[in-house]
Nanobody
Framework: QVQLVESGGGSVQVGGSLRLSCVAS????????TGWFRQKPDKEREGVAG???????SYADSVKGRFAISRDNAKNTVYLQMNSLKSEDTARYYC?????WGQGTQVTVS
């Protein structure tokens, strides 16, 4: 089982940037695919970005060109750099690996 703790959320203006962090413990996050997901009020959780063990990445169409997922194996941490934020990016953001979820961090864009 992997424990995940997200941080870096907050309130930002449209067009601004935030960097989310997901610190893992209990296993090496670089061994597995890790993804960032988000959930808006009254909506289902949706995938935002993922990074495979080989470092390859994938993104939802809605965030391509604006968000970037990366990983620091030495810190056992996965990041989500979010640029050119839009109001529709407002959501609670979660990271997940091998079926384990963090508690999430709120992002509000206005």
């Amino acid at each position: 089982q992997v424990q995940l703790v997200e941080s870096g959320g907050g309130s930002v203006q449209v067009g601004g940037s935030l960097r989310l962090s997901c610190v893992a413990s209990g296993d090496t996050v670089g061994r597995y695919c890790t993804g960032w997901f988000r959930q808006k009020p009254d909506k289902e959780r949706e995938g935002v970005a993922g990074i495979e063990s080989d470092g390859s990445t994938s993104y939802a169409d809605s965030v391509k060109g604006r968000f970037a997922i990366s990983r620091d194996n030495a810190k056992n941490t996965v990041y989500l750099q979010m640029n050119s934020l839009k109001s529709e990016d407002t959501a609670r953001y979660y990271c997940m690996t091998i079926g384990d979820w963090g508690q999430g961090t709120q992002v509000t864009v206005s």
